[in-house]
Structures are given as C-alpha cells and as structure tokens.
C-alpha cells in the first residue's frame, strides 16, 4: 500500500500478471497495472454482502487526484445505499432505439399492438409502419439509447425527416422495383407520431417511465380540400362512357362510380364482397374497414347496380379479379391510364370521397349524417343505431348519389343553398305531411 500519486503510479512496473496497488490513504481506491503497462484506477467496495469492484479510468487519461476526487464520490454514492458498478452494468445493457423497434416490429407481426378501437393494426397499416420504422427512425436514432431520448431529440428527428435527411432509395421485392423514400411535412408528421406509439410501448415494457414525443406540435402539411365542380363531374362521367366503350377498363369504370355515388374509400369499393351487400336494407355491411366493421347506406343509383351486376355474379366479389376468387387488382393501373392527360388529371380516389361528402354539405345534411354516410368515427354512434334511423340516413345516401349520378349523366343545376331554399322545403313539408294523414 502507498499514497497513489503521479509519481508512485508512472513508477509501478508491469508484472507477469496484473496486480492492484492499493492507496493507504483512501481504503477501497487502488490501481490495477496490466502486465502490458496499462494503468487504470478503480474502487472497490462492499454492497449487500457482495465484493463489487468499478473501474474509474485509465491513468492518462485521469490524473490520480481527480481519480482519488471520484473514487470519494463514488464511495459517498456507496455509504447512501447505491451501488454504482450495478448501475453502470445496466446502463450499458440500456434498450437502443434500434432493439426497440425490432420488438415493436415482431409484436405488429403477431398482432399484439393495437390500433384505433383496441383492435390489431390491418396489415396494411403494418406494412406502413414497418417501413418508416426501417427507413427514418432507425437509420436516424436506432443507435441511441431509450432512456436518453429527450424532446429536442424528438423534434431533431422530426426537421430532419422534414428535410429530407433519411432520403433513400430501397429496392422492393417486385422485379425492378424499386421505393423511394423522400421524407417531407406529412411523413415527418406521422413518423413522429408512430415514434411516440413505440415510447408509450416502451413505456409499457418498463424501459422508460414518461414519453418525450408527447405534446410537440407538429407541422402542418398540405391537407387535401380538392373536391370537384359540378362540370368535373360531368367532365367524369364522359370520361367514363367513353372507357365503358372500351371492354379493357371493365371493371375500373364500375368502380370509379360506386366510388363516386358511395363516398367509400378506394379499397372498401375494390375488396367489396357479396356477403357485405344488403340490398333490402339499402346498405353495405363491411366485416373490414379503417374503422373497423362498418354500416354504409347506399342510394337508389348504387343498389339498382348491385343489383344488376349480382345477376351475373361469379365469386365472392363484386369486382372480381382474374384467376382464383380475388378482387380486382388493376385499378391503379387503369386509374393512371383514364386520367393521365385528361382534364382531370391528379384527381384521386380520395377525390371523389370528399366531394361526395361536399356534395352532403351543399344538400344540408348535417355533420353527423355525412360521417354516418362515409363511415367515420364520428358517425359511429349513428351506425349503431341505424337500424332506427336507416330511414332517416338511407333517404340521405338517395339524395346524395342521386346528385351525383344526375351530374354524372351531364346534369346542370342552377340552384346552390339547398338547406335554406324555401321552396324546397315547403315540397318537402307538404309531402311529409301528406304522407302522414295518409297514415
């Protein structure tokens, strides 16, 4: 035992094996040399009736008096109950970002995470999150450790993905297909909220004890108000007569149409099943949706062509795919080949979902029936009831597709503020009332 000093450390020679020289000043601080000269000051200590020993640093790099200043901290830390050499083995066994996402990922395979409602994410979804999962969050911060994300971090990862910094192009596993990922507002936006389901996760496994992504205000993207006029629509309806001609773009058109006279998004219409239609009940019973099952009214114009088409009926979809019993597969295809260098060019699917709830709006319907019409949340505790309103909201979904096939078909009509034309409403008073003492 010796003072450890600068002088008695450079003067302590390598041995065929390594040995700690211990200070006689501090007990537990001492320096362990290496048979390859290499010096580093550690602490040795008693916790719980374990011998537990914590390697400070090597000499050179500490000087001994900072290395004797720690070696008192850290004994100080030992007298109050710590144990600091357990503390530093966790923290380097410490969860990355990129050991979360994984278990995050596998969890999504097996359907444990849930999603709105407390049901499993649909694959789709699944799909989406995995690949900003590999594409932004771990290239950007899969190295660093959960418990040391802070909100800057947050908000760093966010400007980043903004900026473009987890740009890439990924091949795909189609033939020369290829991804490409660009990053911008909207991606940053839903990256970042899909970074903070995976915190509350973690949160979940014990790993962190609060969520840093909680409550950073988000950027605002481009939202998507395009709806069309009423000369698009009959700008639409050409476009279609003149595919319909064409046997190549069957059954694009058809469902182009229902899409249009439903409000339904693209995929409910594509994957829409004869076991989900209701033609007595005027509606569409959807087993799946982004909402989960799903209660849609439909018009006049759209069961008069279900009912039409169910006549010549093969499989179990409406529009069938080619080979075995599928859904149609072509749609995007046809879509870009319909529209692309037309007047109408740009226009998407989502278009015509929110013109037909536009097209509600001008009619006077209120919020609550809309959302019921296109089967949002909000429109849930309609849906539950519509077996006493179907009346109310199926008279809703005639007015509405009737509208729209009307515009389809080339229709002009002068009038605008339908909710407060007085005449219309006294039409519809009268026959009310009529109907009524005819009861």
Not at 3 to 11: D, N
Not at 23 to 50: A, I, M, N
Request: hydrophobic fraction near 35%; charge should be positive.
């Amino acid at each position: 035992m010796v003072k450890l000093t600068k002088r008695a450390v450079e003067a302590a020679a390598p041995r065929t094996k390594n040995y700690i020289l211990w200070d006689e000043d501090l007990p537990g601080f001492g320096l362990r040399v290496f048979p390859s000269g290499k010096r580093s000051y550690v602490v040795q200590y008693r916790q719980s009736g374990r011998s537990r020993r914590l390697t400070i640093g090597r000499h050179g790099v500490w000087t001994a008096e900072n290395a004797r200043r720690e070696a008192k901290a850290q004994l100080g830390r030992v007298a109050s109950g710590n144990d600091p050499a357990e503390e530093r083995l966790e923290d380097h066994r410490a969860t990355t970002v990129k050991q979360l996402c994984e278990r995050y990922m596998q969890d999504l395979e097996e359907g444990v995470i849930l999603g709105k409602g407390g049901r499993p994410k649909k694959q789709s979804t699944i799909d989406t999150d995995i690949g900003r999962i590999k594409r932004h969050v771990i290239p950007l911060i899969g190295t660093r450790r959960v418990k040391d994300l802070t909100r800057a971090d947050m908000v760093k990862i966010m400007r980043d993905i903004m900026a473009g910094q987890s740009r890439i192009i990924v091949k795909t596993k189609k033939l020369r297909g290829k991804s490409i990922v660009k990053g911008g507002p909207g991606t940053a936006t839903r990256t970042l909220g899909l970074i903070g389901g995976m915190l509350t996760y973690a949160i979940d496994l014990g790993v962190i004890d609060h969520n840093p992504a909680h409550g950073i205000k988000k950027p605002k993207y481009k939202v998507r108000e395009r709806r069309l006029t009423e000369v698009e629509y009959g700008i639409l309806g050409e476009m279609l007569r003149k595919a319909e001609v064409n046997g190549r773009f069957w059954p694009t058109t058809g469902i182009i149409r229902q899409i249009a006279l439903t409000g339904c998004r693209r995929g409910e219409i594509i994957n829409l099943k004869w076991c989900d239609v209701d033609l007595d009940s005027s509606c569409l019973r959807l087993s799946e949706s982004k909402e989960g099952r799903s209660i849609r009214p439909i018009g006049l114009p759209v069961v008069e062509f279900l009912e039409a088409q169910r006549d010549i009926a093969m499989g179990s979809y409406v529009f069938p795919g080619f080979g075995n019993d599928n859904a149609f597969g072509g749609f995007p295809n046809h879509w870009n080949a319909l529209f692309k260098g037309s007047p109408l060019e740009g226009v998407t699917a989502h278009v015509l979902r929110h013109s037909f709830a536009s097209i509600g709006n001008d009619l006077g319907l209120t919020e609550v029936t809309i959302a019921a019409l296109l089967g949002h949340a909000k429109g849930s505790i309609t849906s539950r009831y519509i077996h006493v309103l179907d009346a109310t909201l199926v008279t809703a979904a005639d007015m509405v597709a009737g509208y729209i096939s009307a515009l389809l078909e080339g229709t002009n009509f002068q009038r605008r503020g339908y909710a407060l034309d007085r005449e219309a409403r006294k039409s519809a008073m009268s026959e009310f009332l009529v109907g009524q003492a005819a009861k």
